[in-house]
């Protein structure tokens, strides 16, 4: 089967990318073909398997490619929240523009493939008289308070609505924020949720710009390309309904992320996490979902992670062993 | 000050043309210009006042005239429901990329325009996990069954965040089905809302689709009217919040719309009416709302009509008094 996915240039793509040509299979049928579209080339390891094709460019050039009839689709490719605050028309091109570019050659292909769309926690927000639960739920009412979390959400109508057509068989999966990204602090407001962890660990001093009670949904990276793959697998009965849903997430507070990382690593590398409040980025993220369930997906099997301390491991894990990790990313260890 | 007002020449958007340019004023500012953008021309009454500027075309090839720094805007033109059920891509140009290049034009002007946005109880629909409730609210997590519905809430969340990043001042409120609207059936599965009482009125015979129990939020064109322009005139702080209002309705199942008739017009005219279900629009209707509150409209002032029997006698004044009510609309009455 020919898949096609968008954003496989960046990290989760990236890691999608291998897990799918490991595995040589999606859904019981053999992968022959992955291209892979982005702005940015894939990965060396990745390019040089002979089932991808890179296309590396702007998605909105693609439109041939997005009308060749491929059997599924997991579409990634993203400009990230910060960037679409800064820059109100790369929002619109990158995330809803692309987006609906991608559709209308699926609809064309005339094949009705299968696609998976990475959504993400960031629709949900506080409005006045609709304030953010303790929990967000598949079925919370979403007030998105970035342009990334507006596109998202209109895309997930868009795709519900191309589904209900019969013109795609599309799923909408609310990907939580993701820990421990391996790499460099991006400059998204959500990056110290992996920068607390990762500088640490590298021997890297580092702040935290909010308070340790505050609480949010994590995920690994292994986890959340698990939950796309599952997603994609589900059967259309078995996902339960047209609407997004939300991938499993760990809850978890700043503090208690600190206090695995000490059980894991010990006093010295946690005491390179300063406390330094950045009121910008604690005004942003004090509109974020503190929590959140996913039943829905619950039903397909995928439960949240159990504890902050397995992810921390799983990353020490990957350092020393996978593809895009620093080699100097555990310096801090003794 | 310079008004735009978009889908001017329907009937709805005659005749919030007609009120806007009889008050002469709007949110206490004298009314310089009326710009009206239609794909028809504005009914004859209207064109021939001289503060009216007609616009007539695809709203798509007016993006000049959207940056031209208007005061602030109505947008009410859409193609409807059944029409884009029919055309996917004239739904997605009419109802979504026309949007857009409106907001952009606002945007680009930099003045921060007003904006009232006339969605619809469309956006409302049943999905597996997400039932409709007897009533919706302002709260209630839409989930569209239609491309209409789907372009609609897209838009309003599209508004949200333009009004976010401070571009526009936007509003978005959600219309309740009209009834009773003058003229011919126009296709929609909602016609008969309002054709088993205008054909009876004028002496025609015809049939309800759908059983007697079926109950349905509706407003009276007038009051629907009024509920865009208290919208419009309302504070910030007042609207309590980005996300979309609901605008009051009133709701009443076609039993009681029936027996309002008889107690208006006797037992001759609703024997016009016969019941001959039609299971394609009463599966459409299924899908419905059977009820709304509108607490943020109520908020405002605006309380839903208290009886089928005034919406009645209001249209019977209306067919006797109003330009854009065919003469003979009456003929049925003894």
Redesign the interface.
Known sequence: MRILLTGGGGFLGARLARELLQAGQLDGRPLTELAIADLAPPPADIAADPRVKAYTGPLLSQTALFASGFDGVFHLASAVSGECELD?ELG?RSNLDST?ALLEGL?HAGNVPRLVFASSVAVFGP????PLPDLVT????????T?YG?HK??CE??I??YT??G?IDGRSARLMTVSVRPGKPNGAASSFFSGIIREPLAGVETTCPVDPNVTHPVSSPAHTVKGLITVYQASREAL????ALNLPGLNVSVGDMLNALEAVAGVKVRARVRFERDERIASIVANWSRGSTAD?AKALGLLPETSFRAIIEQYIADCRSRPGYPADALRGLD
Chains 1, 2 share one sequence.
């Open positions: 109100f619109l609906r609809r409005d006045v008289g609709n598949d079925t919370t009412l979403p007030s998105p308070q342009s507006t959400l209109m109508y868009l519900a609505d209900r057509k013109y339960g309904g047209r609407l829905r």
